[in-house]
């Protein structure tokens, strides 16, 4: 079955970095365009980032713009978030998203997601 299991994430000091890691599997990894999303207590569902299937293109929310970077290594089914420069609004709980195509409005296949918080 597909499974997308997020890790990595963790408690951060304000200023601080953490890689997040999403394995992937069950479905043609390579073929899909994979993303991250993000949503804060009370808040919803964001947008982050999003890697073309050969990893050639890159896309992000501006909110991560510089300070986040989104890569793939397709032989390990992986897709990864590093993310640098952490703030308190960056604390939401992070989710791997599988889209069909780089225009998909809707993520086919989620992980469960992992926490991120940031707090001195």
């Known amino acids: 079955q597909v499974q997308l299991v997020e890790s990595g994430g963790g408690l951060v000091q304000p200023g601080g970095s953490v890689r997040l890691s999403c394995a992937a599997s069950g479905f ?13 207590p009370g808040k919803k569902r964001e947008f982050v980032a999003k890697i073309l299937t050969t990893g050639a293109s890159t896309n992000y929310a501006d909110s991560v713009k510089g300070r986040f970077t989104i890569s793939r290594d ?3 089914n992986t897709v990864y978030l590093q993310m640098n420069s952490l ?21 086919t296949y989620w992980g469960q997601g992992t926490q991120v918080t940031v707090s001195s």
Do not use: H, I
């Open 28 to 40: 043609p990894f390579s073929s899909y365009v994979m993303s991250w999303y993000r949503q804060a």
């Open 74 to 76: 397709n032989a390990k």
């Open 87 to 107: 703030n308190d609004e960056d604390t939401a709980v992070y989710l791997c998203g599988a889209l069909r195509r780089w225009s998909s409005r809707d993520v």
